[in-house]
């Protein structure tokens, strides 16, 4: 698939799956806006391992459905600051305090709100 796709258009073709997008159109706040899909399925291993495999320059990766109430997500990023970008990945941690733990390390509280 060449062709850019808004969120919507994303969410709606690609119901409860995980996508890989290349070249992600973002707003002030990094929220994914649009993007080329590159790879998309229900299983998340899978669209990593295409990651890894396509290794796109500039990349997002997302979860069209909806997350469980209990569900922790954390982002981690690399830095690639000389092209001005973060890759992120989503690995979930089911214990809230394990959650909190690498959360810490990513964020220093002096940058919360």
């Not at 990651?51 to 954390?74: C, N, Q, W």
């Amino acid at each position: 698939m060449t062709e850019n796709l808004s969120m919507d258009e994303i969410q709606s073709r690609f119901d409860s799956e995980w996508v890989l997008l290349e070249d992600p159109q973002l707003n002030e706040y990094q929220e994914v806006l649009s993007g080329k899909v590159l790879w998309h399925s229900k299983d998340r291993d899978e669209v990593y391992r295409k990651a890894v495999e396509l290794r796109p320059k500039h990349s997002a990766f997302l979860y069209t459905g909806t997350m469980p109430d209990d569900a922790a997500i954390v982002v981690r990023a690399s830095r690639s600051i000389r092209s001005g970008v973060c890759s992120s990945s989503s690995p979930s941690f089911g214990d809230p305090a394990e959650t909190q733990r690498h959360a810490s390390r990513l964020i220093p509280e002096q940058a919360l709100p």
